[in-house]
């Protein structure tokens, strides 16, 4: 079974979009993302154009639905799609349960929320080589000796922990958890403490906004970012989407869900690998593909090849 995995913030890279695959879906896409933004997103990639979380947000978005796409025209439809973080948009697209435009529409005021609640001073890390547990227990201490707060934003592999916060707070917290004896503690290309309680606010109004929207029940199996569990309504894909830059991202929990449902083939929509990493060293039985590592026609074969052994 063909599953699609969209990433999120961090993944972005000057000219992302510019070395899509070029296929006629591809082109189609971009030129549709245009329209309905009323710009030329091939701007949306430059390293200035990239500090901008918009950009970056509704780039990403569109990387995914371009790829999905291109692969459905050559009859590689996936039957589950999952998203981390702003991942969830084209997730939703590639299940049938929101048009393309009203996604890009959803993003876009997503990311301004967001930006505008933060527009500086804040952003992501990631931890490595600690659980849950045991970041939770350091992010608790750190509260309580230096009243300093962060919080846990994903859970991406049993070991591997995102958190949010301010700036100050997450390099003290860092050095912290590097002296407690984490592996890797790194600071993420994201400008925004995205996944936690600090947008609580912006969730509120991105729900309203949400409600303009129309969604329809999925076609494909669409599996949620708060739960890592399938969703099968549209009001519950719609609360998902409008809902998981408040909430932790049980991103582990996904991946688990979708193997358990018998995807045994995951790729990874442009521009990065790093949910393809996580898949390989977790789940080894699986094959995931990174598709911007891989020529499109080679990516089609080895996905052909892999379904049918």
Same mark, same amino acid.
């Given at each position: 079974m063909l599953a699609l995995l969209f990433p999120g913030q961090g993944a972005q890279s000057d000219g992302?979009?510019? #070395?899509? *695959?070029?296929?006629?879906?591809?082109?189609?896409?971009?030129?549709?993302?245009?329209d309905t933004?009323?710009?030329?997103?091939? /701007?949306?990639?430059?390293s200035e154009a990239l500090n901008s979380t918009v950009a970056v947000q509704v780039g990403l978005t569109i990387a995914g639905v371009a790829l999905m796409r291109a692969l459905a025209v050559e009859g590689?439809?996936?039957?589950?799609?999952?998203?981390?973080?702003? !991942?969830?948009?084209?997730?939703?697209?590639?299940?049938? $349960? +929101? @048009?393309?435009?009203?996604a890009l529409k959803m993003v876009r005021r997503r990311a301004e929320l967001m930006e505008t $609640?933060?527009?500086?001073?804040? !952003?992501?890390? $990631? +931890?490595? !080589?600690?659980? @849950?547990? @045991?970041?939770e227990t350091l992010a608790a201490r750190h509260a309580d000796e230096v009243?300093? #707060?962060v919080y846990i934003g994903n859970v991406n592999a049993p070991r591997q922990i995102v958190i949010a916060g301010a700036n100050d707070a997450l390099d003290a917290f860092i050095a912290?958890?590097?002296? /407690?004896?984490? #592996?890797?503690?790194? =600071?993420?290309?994201?400008?925004? *403490?995205?996944?936690?309680?600090?947008l609580a606010q912006a969730t509120d109004e991105l729900l309203?906004?949400? #409600?303009?929207?129309?969604? =329809?029940?999925?076609?494909?199996?669409?599996?949620?970012?708060?739960?890592?569990? *399938?969703l099968y309504t549209a009001d519950a894909i719609r609360e998902d989407l409008a809902t998981?830059?408040?909430?932790?991202? =049980?991103?582990?929990?996904?991946?688990?869900?979708?193997?358990?449902?018998?995807?045994?083939?995951?790729?990874?929509? *442009?521009?990065?690998?790093?949910?393809?990493?996580i898949a390989r060293e977790n789940f080894s039985d699986t094959t995931a593909l990174a598709a911007s590592t891989l020529p499109f026609e080679r990516l089609m074969a080895t996905v052909r090849r892999r379904l049918t052994e």
């Open positions: 992302f979009l510019h #070395r899509l *695959p070029q296929h006629r879906a591809v082109h189609d896409t971009l030129a549709e993302a245009s933004l009323g710009l030329d997103v091939l /701007t949306l990639d430059t590689l439809t996936a039957q589950m799609s999952a998203g981390l973080s702003v !991942g969830a948009y084209p997730a939703a697209v590639s299940c049938g $349960a +929101i @048009e393309f435009c009203d $609640a933060y527009p500086s001073g804040y !952003g992501l890390a $990631a +931890i490595s !080589g600690l659980s @849950e547990h @045991e970041v009243q300093q #707060r912290r958890a590097l002296a /407690t004896g984490a #592996r890797k503690a790194t =600071r993420l290309a994201v400008s925004v *403490p995205s996944h936690c309680e600090l309203a906004y949400s #409600r303009e929207l129309p969604f =329809r029940q999925p076609r494909g199996v669409y599996i949620g970012n708060r739960g890592g569990r *399938p998981n830059m408040r909430y932790t991202v =049980r991103w582990f929990d996904a991946l688990t869900a979708m193997q358990e449902m018998g995807a045994n083939v995951l790729v990874e929509a *442009p521009p990065g690998q790093v949910l393809t990493d």
